[in-house]
């Protein structure tokens, strides 16, 4: 964006002060941001047709995925009252049975 001010400096030290005050000077942070990604567009660049791809392989991953996954695993979320309450169930069914078998 400051090319050209860079360019016409000549003296090293005079560079550090030009590169300083170029934040100062910019107003448009919109055209900063444009300008930083139209340089690496080639990189950063994707049309709406590769999005929608990639966002549909995703979701077919979650999906497959999800389907493989035993039902238990699914509804045993820690995060809610039924998850919870499942764990506990399960916690507590493991500690009678390691009671069991140290009474024997």
């Known amino acids: 964006m400051n090319e050209r001010e860079v360019l016409a400096v000549d003296d090293p030290l005079e560079i550090f002060q030009v590169i300083q005050n170029m934040p100062k000077r910019m107003v448009d942070c919109h055209k900063l941001m444009e300008a930083a ?8 660049r994707i049309n709406e047709y590769d999005l929608s791809k990639r966002r549909e392989l995703i979701k077919n991953r979650r999906d497959e995925r999800r389907k493989n996954t035993p039902r238990l695993k699914r509804r045993l979320k820690r ?7 499942i764990h506990k169930a399960m916690d507590a069914r493991r500690l009678i049975e390691r009671a069991k078998t140290v009474r024997r």
């Open 37 to 44: 990604y139209e340089k690496y567009a080639s990189v950063t």
């Open 79 to 85: 995060g809610t009252v039924r998850g919870t309450i």
